[in-house]
Each structure stands twice: as C-alpha cells, then as structure tokens.
C-alpha cells in the first residue's frame, strides 16, 4: 500500500488523508469521540434516543428552512467524522422526530429493537448486492430461506412443497422490496401481467404494451377492485401500470368498515356486462392503514375464485399478526391469496426501508423476468432477475437473524401487548365524556374524536343544515387539537377523515392512533387523553 | 416501566426477557463479545471484512443450498445476539462475496469508507421516515438541502434560482429512490405524463390510463429510443409503464460505441412517419454500465429540443465525476437533460440501496403527486408526495454528511484515480500478447479478452465459417477463464457480450474491469492479468 500512496501522492495532493479517511479513524481524538457516540447508540439505545432526540425547541418550520439553504458542495471537506456526528448528534437529532417515544403513536414508525442498529450497520459493512450471486453469494442462499420460511407463514404448504422450492433456482416464492409501495407495485404488476393470455400477434403486456393487450383482447378496460380503505400505493400503482388511477375502483364499506361485499359482487356484475373491462385483481386488506381493519378475507377468496380472479391480500400492516397464536385467526383467509404484501419496517420492527412480497404459485414472478447479459444471467440463481428494484442491500439478513433472537414467539409478544393495549385504550376513551370512539380496535389502530358536551347535545336533535354546522365545528377542534398536540412535542397522535358512523354524509376529523410500542402503556395512553383535554379546555378560554 | 413489566408479565410468561432484547444488551458477557465484533467493524473495517469476509471455502452453491434448507421459523428464540452476529462472522461472512477486496473489479459493487458504516447505524437508529414531515422534521429539510446540492452540481443555475427552490414546499428538485432501477422509473414515468396533454374526456394518462391516452391522442405507440447498451432497468420500466419492453427501442452503437446519431435520426423519422407513434424520450447513458461509454450529451439535447422530445440522462454510474475538474468536461450536455439520474451506492461509496433522480424543471414531479388523507396532505412539505417509494429511511443525511467529510475534492480524487488506473490497465492489457483490449476506459470501466496466439493468427486469414468457429472458442476460453478465476476466490472480473470491432456480427465474450476501489493498483491489476495467463496454460494441459 505504501508504494500506492507514494505512487498516487504525486500525482494528488490529499492523497493519504483521503486515503485515511476510507479506512480509518483520522487521529486517537476523534477515535474516542466516535466510540462515545457509537457506544451509546449501539448499546443505550433508547437512553440515547430520549435524551438527545425530538423536537426540543420551539421552531417553526419556515424558521429551520431558512438554516438550510446553502446549495453549494464544498471543496474540501469541511469536518472530520467525529464533528459530523457530534453535529448530528448537537444539531440534527434535537429537531428529528422521537418516533420512539412510547408516547409517539401517530404513525406506523416506532421504536424499533436495538439489536436492528447492529444488524443494519454489519448489513452496511458487508455491503452485499443481492441482485446477482457474485456479489452476494451466501446471502442469496439466505434469502431464499428466509422467504420460504415467511411463505410458509403465510401458506402453510407442505414439507413437500418447501424442500422443492426452498432452493429452487428455477423458481421464487417471494422477493424483497424497499417497501410495501413497491412490494404492492411488484403484485398488481404480476396480476396485469397474467391478465392477458398470447393472443395472435400479441405475446405479452410486458412486451408489447398495455394498448396493444386492449386490443389484442378485445378490451377498453383494465381495473383493480378494492375497498376504499386501499393505500394509496395502490392508486399509485394504477398510474404506474397504466391502467389509469382511477381504474383503481374503491368499494364502500359496510357498518364493520371492512369492504362492503354486496356492494363488491354489484360492481363485479356491473363491469363484467359489456365484456369490455378485464378485473386483474381483487385486493384484501388485512389491516388497513387508518382503522387497522381486516376484510373478510375468506369471502373474498371465495369471490375470487368464482370469477377467475387475481386476489391480492394488503397485508403491509397486518402479516406478522400470523405469528401469534392467539390472533392469528383474524388473518384466516390470507392462504388462499394468490399473493401477499409484508412491510419489514412495520411489524417486523426493522429500520427503514424494507418489504416484502409472496406469491401462491411458485412461477408466479416469471410474469416480470428480466435478464442482461453483464449480470443476472438466465439459469442462474440470480435474484435480480425477477425484482423490481435493481441492486438490494441484504435484507433478509437482518429478518432472519431477528427471527433468530426472538423466535415467532416474541414478535407475537409484541403483536399481542399491541392489541391488548389498544383494547384497553378503547375502553379509556369510551369512559371519558369528552371523547367518541370512532373505531374500535380490530388490531392495533382506533380512531377517536373529542367533542364537547353541548355539541354532543344539540346532534341530537339537529337538522341537517345546523349538523353540517357542528360537523365543522368538530373537525376544526380536533383539527387545532391534533396540531397543538404536535407542536408542543411530547406526544403525538394522527389525524384522518372518516365517516363517524355508516349512515354520515360527511367525513369528519378523527385523530388516530397506533399502538406498535411495546413500551407504550394504558397509563401513557390515559396521558394522552389528559392532555387532549387540558388542551380542549384551553381552547376555549 | 417497571409496573408495567408487573402488569404484562402476568399476562404473557416472557414479556421480561423481550423488553430487554428490545432495549439493552441481555448480559455483560453478551454485551462483551458485541463491543468486540461491533468495534472491528466500525473502528478496522477493511481489516475486518480481509480477514473475515469472502469465499475462503471451495463450496459448491448446491452444496451451500442444501445447508439453507429448514422453512421453520422457530416458536422460542434460537440464540442471543451476540450468538447470531458470532454466526454471522463465523458462517455466513465466510461465504459471502469481499466486494471490498481491491482485487474484486468486476462489478459495480466495491469497498466503502469506514465512515459510511458510521452514519448508516446513525441513520438506522434515528428511524425517522422522510415520507412525512411528521415523522422526520429535519431530516426532510435536510433533504431539500442536499437534494439542491446536487442539482446545482448539475445543472448549475444561477443562486436566486436555488434560493427560490430550496425550501419551497410547492416544488422538487429531484427526489431519493431506492436506487438507478427506481430512478430511471421515476424519470420516465414523468416523461410518459407529461408526453399527453389533457384533451375533451381525457385528463391525464396517470388518471385515466394508458389505453385512453393513446386514443385520446390517437396514437398506437409510445416509445423510448436510446443506444443498444442502455442499463436493463429501461426496458424493464419500459414493461412496467405499459410501453411494452418492445418499445424501449436500441438504437445501434457506432464507431466510438455510443449511440449512433444518424440512425438515431433515422429512427426518429421513421418513428414520425404515420402520426401513430410518440416518441416520450430520448435517453443519453453517461457511464453504459458494459463498457463506461458516455453518449454525445449535446448533440443529444439538440435533437431533443428539436423534437421537443424529454432527454433523459442516466448518469447512475458516471453522474459524481461531475465533481472532478479535470473531468467534468466529458459530462457535457448533461446541464440540458430534463431528468438525471444518479445513484448513491456506485460512485458515491453510500451503502446499498440509495439512488436519485433530479429534473430541470421544478414543477415535473407535479406529474405524480398522490396524497392521502392521514398522511401527506396536500400543501404540506411532505416529501413523500412525489415520490415512487412509499416509507424511506433518511439516506440524504448518509450523502450530506459524506460531502462534508469528503469534499467535492475527495470524492473528485477517487473518481480521477478510477479513470486514471483503468487507463493505466489498459495500457498493460495492450502490452501483453496474449490479451486484446476491447473497449479503452472512457472512464474507469474497461473490457477486453484473452486472445491465444494461434487463433489470432489465425483470425487474421479465416473465412466467415471459420471466423465462427475460432470466435466460439474463443468465447468459451474467456467464459472459462474467468469462471476460474471467480472459484478461486482471489481475485475477480465479470464478463459480458460485445462486438469486438464495429463491423463483427458475432457478440464476443469479453471480460469487465470495474476500477472503483480507490485501493486498486495497477500493481493489483497486473497480478490479475498474470492470474489469468497462468489459468490459460493450465487449460491447455
């Protein structure tokens, strides 16, 4: 080595120092700065997070952006890695968001377990690509079993089956995503796909495109069937694919929030009249993002399969409820999915970005096989070849190795604390006066609303242009409860629009909550409730 | 936290023991072992990953398959995490690929700088998520900021334009994907928006889909034309937008092998001919990922503006030599193009899976916005928007922070050592008599093939029936070649197809050289070449 930076001093002045910084620590100092901060990350996590994360200052928002507006790249470098994380840890950390705060529970990103931090950063170190075997080797073994064992989570085939496609290199029960928009992306893709059979002069949609398959089918229409409670990645994907977002047709739901069947099967005879439109797939959710609520997943199986249809199960929230032995029944139908979406970043409490997709039929994914002649080779074991994303960081890795540390029995713990707590959060609300819930829990979300006790009188009797009033009048309070909530930094709920109850016209303010933490506790949540109140009462003076 | 230990414990037997796994390290002689491992790899990395990473085993993929078999997630934890990330550097490093090592060229994957393992835990341990304000605060500030960074580095308008777009909320610069694949998605399916105008009854392809543009627009086809060694991630948008691949049409290469502007030109007329056919791109390649080639970006951008055709450039690979003075020059035209891409985990040493996507124009991500009512609002900074992905974790503060420790400068001498050893390979490839250099290093990617004297000879008198024999032995002497040398295990180069002069009709196999390892001598490189001769004579005994 030495020759070499002698060699290439010549020819660049900072040649070492840049060489220093590739492979090591610059000086004893910044060594032991770095191992203060590292240690305290890697084993004080949530310590750590406490103490130095979340919005500590009153700032507004245009006030922060006015402190990053700098757009030029500096020549040199400005700092040394120890005062890069010294500043991020002075300056970055204090305004970023405490989502592991147990009184966080707005959203679906949370604490997340602090062994992840170590299983990320050996992850970053190894640097794998899984998209081609010769940049990742073992860890294309790894992923294959790992998808299997997730597959069989969700399918339950046989010993048969698995040891056949466990390390099938001519076959896929699943593949990774960077998260449940791509991975719901990755099945509506597939679905379309199979949805148009050769034709003469026509081979694939893949190939020859979405005009030519309308017409090589006969067809003005392709459309997606799914409740109104669908993601949003899912109109996403409509765009994408281009069958047009609004092909994506959201169903009502009936008095249980969950797709309206009778309404489904209407729309199905509806559009199956003119012979014009071609339903690629009916999607389930099974935990939807704002109520936590479950379709009834076995009848639309059975709707699916009546028709001949692609049926796709949401299941980017709900899935590892599957490893709980005592709610995994709320999921009874998901086997019969012909595919499956999982987020990782979700329930399986991994960092950031990480999802997952299966499918029913092992062949499934060879809808969307692509080869180039450098890399991903056909014949080979490849995993590149039928992805959506291109190079992949090794993933399966860190599911595989949590699954390891705390066994299908300690993701249930958490599940289980989610639902129970929830439950008890529920009846806390329905105690209090000055709140209605909204939505029970079926998981671990509800939603809630406050409203005032002279407002809660005269609904009763109200017509329905003073109802329309006192709408507004609640979803403005709740509205400035949410924000002032927010603002003031120590706990934090959501917020979404919902019909109160199945007979509303008006979709109103409802805050929202998710219990994912497991350090969150009934005592927090009540502390919550208190605060809303305190802030209710403050309102009005 | 302790009454609520006492209240879950009686309700679940171990919930104990899982909020210790979620909070802290189980033990001190746990916590001993993962100082020691976690300290190798953030304090020695290269030493680490050369001692411990990289096939050091002669094992077959069958053989190693068959030990990944079990499809069982376990009901009880299986080891402590100090055991699993002892397994891990014991079993799985072992037989995973040292893409760090400077002897690996083969691919786009190489060594990182230490720090990158640094801040990728940081960033693991903040888990904010960028989609929403809510759950990121400054780091979605952040992200405004470096996303500005590096469109300046592009397309370089002048300090109002950044100060009015930096911070704005109303517009995007560009937007994080999760690498190239998604990037160059994100970059067409603007293209393929904005390529049809709102008409009577149709609003816009993303709405109403990809059938009802053409004949709104009364048009059979819409394509994209760029050279024949276009990255396969085109194609593949090309299938997932509704295109068809078939109509992400190669335009041949010429002489220099980059896209051949005549029968560009050629095609576009053609294309024009019936009326029927938009043509919604036009792509330049800077750095093909075969051959390192960058397209004739300004005479490119003519022809764009010309036909008022979107001119994309996939810039994945050669985008960061932007930041060389000395060669930025070869980058040229790429300030025209309407979209860039540029990815993170090649030539800006992040960890996998990061890329980027800038536009010109600060209103083109207004082609795919999708809100949704618990999240991302309208109006609000939420950067998931605009965005393909859904939730993702902060990789602007991995770029940020490296741009602070690096420099433009430093980046700027890797890149400059990259070009300048792979001309100095090519140099030895030439004076040695039994290689031929293919294709020279435009910038650091190189291909070339082992050439024996006999059937050079040969070649020079052959007929076309025995051109083609001597090619196919040829072909299967560099296929053997470098399988050897990857089970060997010591050093690597991949392989691909190409023509070996402009007027061959066969596609040789070549062998690749990827010069991205700033530790990677030509020293190193003539070891390779000595490699590879000693494998050839032992072929032929």
Redesign the interface.
């Known amino acids: 080595?030495t020759?070499?930076i002698k060699?290439?001093d010549s020819?660049?002045a900072?040649?070492q120092t840049?060489?220093r910084?590739?492979?090591?620590?610059e000086d004893e100092s910044s060594?032991k700065t770095?191992?203060k901060y590292?240690?305290q990350?890697?084993?004080?996590?949530?310590d750590?997070?406490n103490k130095h994360?979340g919005?500590t200052e009153e700032i507004s928002?245009v006030k922060?952006?006015?402190?990053?507006?700098?757009?030029?790249?500096?020549?040199?470098?400005?700092?040394?890695?120890a005062d890069?994380?010294k500043a991020?840890i002075d300056e970055?950390?204090p305004?970023?968001?405490n989502?592991?705060s147990p009184y966080f529970i707005?959203?679906?990103?949370?604490?997340?377990?602090?062994?992840?931090?170590?299983l990320?950063?050996?992850?970053?170190?190894?640097?794998?690509?899984v998209i081609?075997?010769?940049?990742?080797?073992?860890?294309s073994?790894?992923e294959?079993?790992v998808l299997?064992?997730?597959?069989?989570?969700i399918f339950n085939f046989d010993d048969d089956f698995?040891?056949e496609h466990?390390?099938n290199t001519e076959t896929s029960l699943g593949v990774f995503t960077?998260?449940?928009?791509?991975a719901n992306?990755t099945a509506l893709?597939i679905a379309r796909n199979k949805s148009f059979s050769p034709k003469e002069n026509f081979e694939s949609?893949?190939?020859?495109?979405?005009?030519?398959a309308?017409k090589a089918h006969n067809l003005?229409?392709?459309v997606v069937l799914v409740s109104k409670r669908g993601?949003?990645?899912l109109?996403?994907a409509?765009?994408?694919?281009?069958?047009?977002?609004?092909?994506i047709i959201p169903i009502d739901v009936d008095v249980n929030r969950s797709i309206d069947l009778e309404k489904l099967e209407r729309k199905i005879k509806d559009l199956q009249k003119d012979k014009k439109t071609r339903i690629i797939a009916i999607i389930g959710i099974a935990g939807a993002?704002?109520t936590g609520i479950i379709d009834p997943l076995p009848a639309l199986a059975d709707i699916c399969e009546t028709h001949g249809i692609h049926f796709h199960v949401d299941a980017a929230w709900g899935g590892p409820v599957l490893?709980s032995e005592t709610y995994c029944h709320l999921l009874k139908g998901i086997e019969r999915a012909d595919s499956v979406t999982i987020?990782c970043?979700k329930q399986f409490y991994m960092?950031?970005?990480s999802g997952m997709v299966y499918f029913k039929d092992p062949k499934a994914l060879d809808q969307?096989v692509?080869?180039?002649?450098?890399?991903?080779r056909p014949g080979s074991?490849d995993l590149g070849i039928k992805t959506?994303?291109?190079?992949?960081?090794?993933n399966s890795?860190i599911l595989d190795?949590a699954?390891?540390?705390?066994?299908?029995?300690?993701y249930a713990?958490?599940i289980?604390?989610g639902i129970?707590t929830a439950r008890q959060f529920a009846d806390k609300i329905k105690q209090r006066n000055l709140f209605d819930l909204v939505t029970p829990p079926q998981l671990n979300i509800l939603t809630y609303r406050l409203v005032p006790e002279d407002i809660r009188k005269k609904l009763k009797t109200a017509d329905t242009e003073e109802r329309q009033k006192l709408d507004a009048r609640l979803d403005d309070i709740n509205i400035k409860l949410q924000r002032i909530q927010?603002e003031a930094g120590k706990s934090?709920v959501?917020?979404?629009?919902l019909k109160c109850s199945f007979k509303d016209h008006h979709?109103s303010v409802v805050l929202?909550a998710v219990i994912m933490n497991?350090?969150t506790?009934v005592?927090i949540l009540d502390e919550i409730l208190d605060e809303q109140e305190s802030i209710f009462h403050s309102l009005n003076h």
Chains 1, 2 share one sequence.
């Open positions: 080595m020759d070499k060699k290439i020819l660049v900072d040649w840049l060489h910084v590739f492979i090591r620590p060594r770095l191992v590292m240690e990350i890697l084993f004080g996590l949530h750590f997070l994360v919005v928002l922060l952006a006015q402190e990053y507006t700098d757009t030029k790249i500096n020549k040199n470098p400005q700092k040394k890695l890069v994380i991020i970055i950390a305004r970023a968001v989502v592991a707005g959203h679906m990103t949370s604490a997340i377990p602090f062994f992840m931090v170590h990320k950063a050996i992850t970053a170190a190894l640097n794998q690509n081609k075997l010769e940049t990742s080797k073992v860890l073994v790894l294959k079993q299997a064992k997730l597959h069989r989570m698995y040891l466990v390390q960077t998260g449940g928009t791509t992306l893709w949609i893949e190939k020859n495109g979405f005009f030519e309308m003005e229409k392709a993601h949003f990645s109109r996403k409509g765009g994408i694919l281009g069958l047009g977002n609004q092909n993002t704002e490893l987020d970043h960092p950031m970005s969307i692509y080869h180039a002649r450098y890399v991903n074991v959506l994303e291109g190079s992949r960081e090794a890795l190795s699954l390891k540390i705390m066994g299908s029995r300690g713990l958490m289980e604390h129970e927010r934090f959501s917020r979404t629009r979709n929202r497991p350090m506790t005592e």
